[in-house]
């Protein structure tokens, strides 16, 4: 048996062990997760443990946790929880001043792990790097660890005899850096233009649809705690205070990623941003709509799904392209090709892979 260390508590909790194909001791692989990868340099190591599994190499106090654990013989594995990187994202990791550590913007892992072919082919110059899939979303292959449709839609109170509409919404401010700052877009604009027109929908439609929309983690976390940057009002508030039969509006936590699968699962159709709950809609075969407006598709080197899921670009095309879904939902279901672009293969062996990846990195 290899014993290694996982090194991210809130990760473990919501993405390894609601997998229930997460069994990496048949593999001779024997994972524990560390409850405080900051802490490490304090509190030493067992010398059994040959390897760590990062899932972000920044942050000063991480980095220098897996300098330490290099320093004890352990090899590094980033296994990065995102399914897709853009450049956006990677400058705003690898050349942010607050990340610098020993002439470093980041740690350099022995081994990368991506979870398909988007993201390995952002980082070229990692030394090893295979695609192994992720296990996030291998629950959908499984459904009987998913709640049924009618127990889902009871659980968050939706209406048992309508037409679901799913939007889960975004926190309207994304984070770009330029010349080691951070410069801040500002998508209000899209997420106002988006509910308006929702909620239009929903009304007109209020005797056979109901619009549900979930705020993001992030947003709900800076809400209930009163941050400056407002990311929950105008409607997303006004249907998440005062929730009707016709739009209704639901919190998430970070913690807890069960929230999203129930959403997805007592809908009937999905509409989205570019957003990986896209993906996972489309693991369940939903009929999806994206929404891709002005600011977003403004930004520079962001993902986009244009050529795998239809998109709308104006907001007055939204109640029509709605009304199609509605209408024609098989013209609304997303190609395999799709998902493994961003997921690798829909096998269920992500736990295999991973624990092969391992013995053979040791090996060498």
Not at 59 to 71: D, G, V, Y
Not at 190 to 206: F, G, P, Q, V, W
Not at 313 to 322: L, S
Not at 336 to 360: G, M, Q, T, V
Request: charge should be positive; charged fraction near 30%; proline fraction near 5%.
């Amino acid at each position: 048996m290899i014993y290694g260390l996982f090194l991210d508590s809130r990760i473990w909790n919501i993405d390894y062990l609601t997998n229930p194909f997460w069994k990496p001791d048949s593999f001779g692989v024997h994972i524990d997760m560390h409850p405080d990868a900051f802490d490490i340099p304090k509190l030493g190591i067992d010398p059994k443990y040959k390897f760590a599994i990062a899932t972000e190499i920044w942050e000063i106090p991480m980095q220098k946790a897996l300098e330490f654990l290099r320093n004890k013989g352990l090899k590094i594995i980033l296994v990065p929880r995102e399914v897709s990187k853009t450049k956006a994202h990677t400058g705003a990791m690898y050349n942010l001043e607050k990340f610098k550590y020993n002439d470093q913007y980041y740690f350099k892992p022995d081994c990368l792990l991506a979870a398909g072919k988007q993201y390995y082919d952002l980082c070229e110059g990692y030394p090893n790097r295979k695609i192994v899939g992720y296990p996030r979303y291998e629950i959908y292959l499984e459904r009987r660890c998913l709640h049924s449709k009618k127990k889902a839609r009871k659980r968050h109170k939706l209406e048992k005899r309508k037409k679901i509409i799913f939007f889960p919404s975004y926190p309207p401010i994304f984070v770009q850096t330029v010349d080691g700052k951070n410069v801040y877009t500002y998508l209000h604009g899209d997420l106002k233009n988006t509910m308006t027109c929702l909620e239009r929908y929903a009304i007109s439609h209020k005797n056979d649809i109901q619009v549900v929309s979930k705020i993001h983690p992030y947003a709900q976390k800076c809400y209930d705690k009163n941050h400056p940057d407002k990311m929950v009002y105008g409607k997303l508030e006004k249907y998440y205070k005062s929730p009707t039969n016709f739009f209704k509006v639901i919190g998430d936590s970070r913690l807890d990623s069960s929230v999203s699968r129930d959403m997805i699962i007592a809908a009937d159709f999905v509409i989205g941003s570019t957003s990986m709950m896209l993906l996972e809609a489309a693991l369940m075969n939903k009929p999806i709509l994206n929404i891709r407006l002005d600011q977003e598709r403004a930004l520079k080197d962001f993902i986009t799904f244009e050529g795998y899921i239809r998109s709308v670009n104006r907001p007055q095309d939204i109640p029509n392209a709605i009304d199609d879904m509605v209408n024609n939902p098989d013209k609304y279901m997303v190609d395999k090709s799709f998902i493994e672009h961003y997921l690798y293969k829909d096998d269920c062996k992500f736990c295999e892979r991973l624990c092969n990846a391992i013995k053979e990195m040791l090996k060498d």
